[in-house]
């Protein structure tokens, strides 16, 4: 693992399962100070002793990314507790598939305010910490941002919002904060599990179960490369798909 992660303090929403605690795990396994940050209390703070057994600094913040009172809060407890932050992975998300209709006007509102908002506010608030000293900004996008599908247009959105607003972020933020955005395919996390809609709900179980889904640890090891790469590379987009997945 490079020894640009070492010494770094990592910021990861979603932090409590899936990508998100994975990334943790590898960034902490590489010598960076982690921030758990996720609204399941329980879940972080039993990953915060793991990770704190073997020997890494980490700090476990209930927070919401819809919620800027409680964004501010866990930024500054970042810089209190472990010097400010040098990475912020913008993980925290959902993917409610469902048909576009008034029945799912709440699951709508709430996909726009986590998979976009959310990834906006939190780096507003910690922005000032990762342009001290340069930083690395990883937002965790989706093909979904890349390919539109019937029953996923309220997802592909807010993907596509995202990949757009991160593009212009790193023409704004150069030189000295890196922008990266990566775009996995089908990934065996809980994202399916709370999807409401019976049909789509099955339609999603049943294309990861036609190509041998990645796991969430080939995510969070594209993670750690990108934002170990010396200052003088920056690698701003990777699309990452299972080897058998056709879109």
């Known amino acids: 693992m490079s020894d640009e992660i070492s010494g770094r303090t990592a910021v990861i929403t979603g932090a409590s399962s899936g990508i998100g605690e994975a990334t943790a795990r590898t960034l902490a396994a590489a010598g960076a100070r982690v921030a758990l940050l996720a609204r399941r209390e329980d879940r972080i703070a039993a990953l915060a002793t793991e990770l704190t057994t073997g020997g890494a600094s980490v700090v476990a913040i209930t927070a919401d990314v819809t919620d800027r009172a409680s964004m501010q809060a866990a930024a ?6 472990l010097g400010g932050a040098d990475v912020l992975v913008n993980n ?7 048909p576009f209709s008034a029945d799912h006007a709440e699951e709508t509102r709430r996909m726009v305010e986590i998979n ?5 506010t939190t780096t507003e608030v910690f922005l000032d910490q990762l342009r001290d000293g340069g930083g690395d900004i990883v937002n965790i996008s989706s093909v979904a941002g890349r390919i ?5 247009s ?18 704004e933020l ?4 890196r922008v990266i955005v990566v775009e996995p395919g089908a990934v065996a996390t809980e994202l399916a599990d ?14 990861y179960e036609e190509v041998e889904a990645l796991e969430a640890q080939d995510i969070a090891d594209v993670i750690a490369f990108a934002v170990g790469r010396p200052r003088r590379v920056a690698i701003n987009e990777v699309l990452i798909r299972p080897a058998e997945q056709p879109l």
Not at 116 to 120: E, H
Request: overall charge positive; aromatic content about 6%.
């Open 148 to 152: 539109a599908r019937k029953g996923s």
């Open 76 to 81: 500054g407890r970042v810089q209190d507790e």
């Open 194 to 207: 709370h999807i409401t809609h019976p049909e789509s709900q099955e339609n999603a179980r049943a294309s």
């Open 174 to 177: 150069l030189p000295g904060v």
């Open 92 to 98: 925290a998300g959902q993917m409610l598939l469902a």
């Open 116 to 120: 976009l908002l959310g990834a906006m």
């Open 154 to 171: 309220v997802y592909n959105a807010t993907k596509w919002g995202l990949n757009g607003w991160a593009e212009a972020l790193r023409q």
